[in-house]
Every structure is written in C-alpha cells, then in structure tokens.
C-alpha cells in the first residue's frame, strides 16, 4: 500500500509518523450512554451502570449531577433489557 495523504496536521497517511492523529471526538452525555447501552448488550459492562457512567463522564470532562447520572442509568438499563 503506498503513502496516499496529501500531508497536514490531520492527514493520517502523511508519511512522517505512521497513524496520526484526526480532529478530535467530543464526547457527548448522549454518545457516551449510547456506547454504555451498547456495550451492555454485548455484555461487557459488569459494573453498576451509574458508576460505569460517572468514570465515563469524567474522563470526558462533562459535570452531571449525581441524580441526572442515576436516571441516566436507569433509562440505559430498562432499554438494554428490551
């Protein structure tokens, strides 16, 4: 396979360093208890959920509180289960 890129900051063929890295992801409460739904059903969260999405939410700097989590987890876990 041969070096496509056209080069730049966020051209992950440029030839300099391998892989780099694209423009950034930013997380949102809405993708991380999607992801959190999804992995559920793949059966790999095995933690409580609240707790799954407070470590979630804080790695990606979003400030919840405690009650809007709890709910959060709740709706995540009945359509997990449907």
Do not use: K, W, Y
């Not at 939410?57 to 709706?75: K, S, T, W």
């Amino acid at each position: 396979m041969t070096d496509s890129g056209a080069g730049g900051a966020n051209d992950p063929f440029d030839g300099n360093d391998g892989i780099v890295a694209g423009p950034g992801h930013a997380e949102t409460p809405e993708s991380i208890a999607e992801d959190v739904r999804h992995d559920i059903q793949l059966g790999q969260v095995q933690d409580d959920v609240a707790h799954v999405l407070e470590e979630r939410f804080e790695d990606a700097g979003i400030d919840a509180r405690p009650e809007e989590v709890d709910d959060l987890a709740e709706e995540i876990e009945r359509d997990a289960s449907s």
